[in-house]
Each structure stands twice: as C-alpha cells, then as structure tokens.
C-alpha cells in the first residue's frame, strides 16, 4: 500500500463490542486503517468481562490498551462497561457500546473544534483483508460496509460487523438503541414461525427508514475478506498470507459456547417496542 490510497485526512475508528480476541485482531485493524488517512484516531468502548469458551473473563485497563501502545496508535478515548444483559436480541447489546463510542467520538470533534472527514464503526474481533482498490468516499447519508440482501427466512438483511460514513451519518446509526421495529417484521415472523432475535434484520430496516444506501455494491470497496477471529485461529501465522477459505472454515467451525453464559436466557419481552 502507497500513501495514494490516503485520500481521507481525518479518520474516526470506533471499535465496540465484547473484547475476545482485541489482542490478535488489533495489528490487522490498526493496518487496514493506517493505510486509509493522514490521522487516525481510535475510541474504544467494551463490556468489563469477555468469553469464547463459556469461561467469563474479566477486561482489564491494559487489556485494552496494550495492542494501542505496543503498534504506537493514537487511542483518544475508552469506557470498559458493566454488561446490561441480553435483551430483545443481540442487536440492541452492540447498540448500546456504539451509542457510547458515537458519544465519544463527537465529544472529542466539539471540544477541538473540528468534523471527522469518515467514521468507521467496527467490532475488536474482527479481520479484514485489504485491498488497494481506493475508497470511494461517503457523502452524507451513505455508507461502506455491507449491502442488503435477501437472507434465507425471507426478510432483508445486512451485516452489521463494518460501517463506514460520514461523521453526521454515524450519528444516525449510532442512535440505533431507540430504534423500534415495525410490525412488518413480527407478521412474517409469525406466519413462517421465526423467532425474532437476528439483528442483522433489524439493522437493514433502520438502515432503510433513515434513507441509508451503501457507495458500492461489490467486493472491492474497503476490504475483499473479513471474518471474526476466534481462539481456534492461529496465533503465530500472518493471517494475511493464510488462504482466505480456510480462514472461513475456521470461522464458521467454531462454535458458540459462550452466548447464554454470557447474557443470560433471552428476554421474553414483546416483539414489538413501545
């Protein structure tokens, strides 16, 4: 990578979600970014106690920052939470780390006086191969990421591991945890039998009601491969040079023993918010 693929100036990295594997994940996110702009600024917002094997582990201060310190990247601000329990679905536990890490994000912009050029919201777990096709910049209500589509029950999903915007058009996503679902949604769920719990879902209804459409509609937009990283990986070998198949495999064989232990039984509130 050349520094003709550093279009943006001022970039906004907000890494929330459950800290698992921030240690291996950190020096392939702090690349893909790097290589993106002149600035980049990390915040970071995270539960006080993480899992993959049903075993609760607490999170500590150093935890967090010694992937930060160790690779010399700018880490402007943190917030290790307690946990608020599973809610309705998944969807509403990440909402609220990213709320948070919004917060700090446009704290920082008013008290310096300035907007981020782009803002990426994305989890501490996650991989991401880099590609050097250039970024196509986003405008105010777009955004990089992961397009809609039709998901196996029916219903229209996206994945929401990976979002790329304007700084004014993360604040619209950020606001999720407020966001009510329609009835459209318990309806279909109710004639096909579905359990309203994927908050992939949720994600593309939201992104619909705020007139959210995405800058590209291939794999060459800010990465080619992405996957999460889990403790069945390898730890020592560049994840760059594995075969992007196997580290599919690897992602998709490993289970997930860790969901109830973690959050608890699911909540049995009604489907549709008030």
């Known amino acids: 990578m050349t520094d003709s693929l550093k279009t943006i100036n001022r970039l906004a990295v907000i890494l929330?979600?459950?800290?698992?594997?921030?240690?291996?994940?950190?020096r392939y996110l702090f690349r893909l970014f790097e290589e993106r702009a002149q600035q980049v600024d990390y915040f970071f917002v995270t539960w006080n106690v993480t899992t993959?094997?049903?075993?609760?582990?607490?999170?500590?201060?150093?935890?967090?920052?010694?992937?930060?310190?160790?690779?010399n990247k700018n880490l402007i601000s943190y917030k290790i939470l307690e946990p608020i329990g599973r809610h309705k679905t998944t969807f509403y536990n990440q909402a609220w780390l990213a709320k948070l890490g919004n917060i700090l994000k446009r704290r920082h912009e008013i008290n310096n006086n300035f907007i981020y050029d782009q803002v990426v919201e994305t989890r501490p777990d996650c991989y991401f191969r880099s590609t050097a096709t250039p970024w196509i910049i986003c405008k105010d209500f777009e955004y990089e990421g992961a397009c809609p589509k039709t998901w196996d029950s029916g219903l229209l999903g996206i994945t929401d591991v990976y979002f790329r915007s304007t700084s004014a058009t993360n604040d619209l996503i950020s606001d999720r945890y407020y966001f009510t679902k329609s009835l459209s949604h318990s309806q279909i769920?109710?004639?096909?039998?579905?359990?309203?719990?994927?908050?992939?879902?949720?994600?593309?209804?939201?992104?619909n009601k705020r007139l959210l459409v995405p800058v590209s509609y291939n794999d060459a937009g800010d990465f080619n491969f992405f996957c999460c990283v889990r403790p069945n990986f390898p730890i020592d070998a560049d994840l760059d040079k594995i075969y992007w198949k196997t580290l599919d495999e690897l992602?998709?064989?490993?289970?997930?023993?860790?969901?109830?232990f973690f959050y608890g039984p699911r909540s049995s509130e009604p489907l549709i918010e008030n």
């Open 52 to 71: 993959q094997t049903g075993e609760l582990v607490p999170v500590t201060d150093s935890d967090v920052l010694a992937p930060f310190q160790l690779h």
């Open 189 to 207: 769920i109710n004639e096909t039998h579905w359990q309203f719990t994927n908050h992939h879902w949720v994600m593309c209804e939201l992104f």
């Open 251 to 260: 992602f998709v064989g490993w289970g997930r023993p860790y969901d109830d």
């Open 16 to 26: 929330v979600g459950e800290l698992r594997t921030w240690k291996i994940a950190s």
